[in-house]
Structures are given as structure tokens and as C-alpha cells.
């Protein structure tokens, strides 16, 4: 089992940046693949992007491709999300997760771990 723990939201003006990061207990961080996804008041959990086990394979949403960069540090046991030129569609809490599955999905029900979620508003 992994606990992830999210940081690094905040309040942003748009065309701001923002980076957030996910801590994962545990010894075994290389054997998941993580993801990004986030969530607005009545709406599904949307994916954002996700890395490979070993970071060489990374996948991004249509919305935010050229401008969010995810990465991964297996040493550290971290996942980050570098968020540039945000826009207030971009406002969410974004929740990092993990999956067991070798080949990792944009479908939120195929991660089996989650973080608790960290807010990032973007004003216009």
C-alpha cells in the first residue's frame, strides 16, 4: 500500500505558474505508475497526466499538453506537476494517484491509490 500526499497549490493569476508535488510512502514508489487528474464542484474526476514506472513514457491531456509537465523522481519518491501559462479553466483540486497496472490509463477507476487533493485557483 502507498499514501500519497499532495503540496504546492495556491491561488495564481493567470498566465502564473504553479508547481505541485506528491509525496509517496513506502519503498516501492518504482512499481507504480502516477497520475494527475482534478476535480470542480459537480464534475467528474478529469485526468491531466500521468508518467511511466520508470519515467520514460509520459501522457497529457488535449487542455493542458504544452503548458503542464509531469516528472518523476524514483530517489525521492516524488511526482511533480509544473503548471505554466494557467488559465482560470484551470481551477480545480488536483489529486495525485497510483497505479499497479503496468501500462498507465487516463481512466481514473484503474488508480488505486489517492491523494487527499490540493486546491489551485487561477484569477483572471
Known amino acids: 500500500q502507498v499514501q500519497l500526499v499532495e503540496s504546492g497549490g495556491g491561488l495564481v493569476q493567470a498566465g502564473g505558474s504553479l508547481r505541485l508535488s506528491c509525496v509517496a510512502s513506502g519503498r516501492t514508489f518504482s512499481r507504480y505508475g502516477m497520475g494527475w487528474f482534478r476535480q470542480t464542484s459537480g464534475k467528474e474526476r478529469e485526468f491531466v497526466a500521468a508518467?511511466?514506472?520508470?519515467?520514460?513514457?509520459?501522457y497529457y491531456a488535449d487542455s493542458v499538453k504544452g503548458r503542464f509537465t509531469i516528472s518523476r523522481d524514483n530517489v525521492k519518491n516524488t511526482v511533480s506537476l509544473q503548471m505554466n501559462s494557467l488559465k482560470p479553466e484551470d481551477t480545480a483540486v488536483y489529486y495525485c494517484?497510483?497505479?499497479?497496472?503496468?501500462?498507465?490509463?487516463?481512466?481514473?477507476?484503474?488508480?488505486?491509490?489517492w491523494g487527499q487533493g490540493t486546491q489551485v485557483t487561477v484569477s483572471s
Open positions: 508518467i511511466s514506472r520508470s519515467g520514460d513514457n509520459t
Open positions: 494517484a497510483a497505479t499497479t497496472r503496468v501500462v498507465v490509463s487516463t481512466t481514473p477507476g484503474l488508480y488505486d491509490y
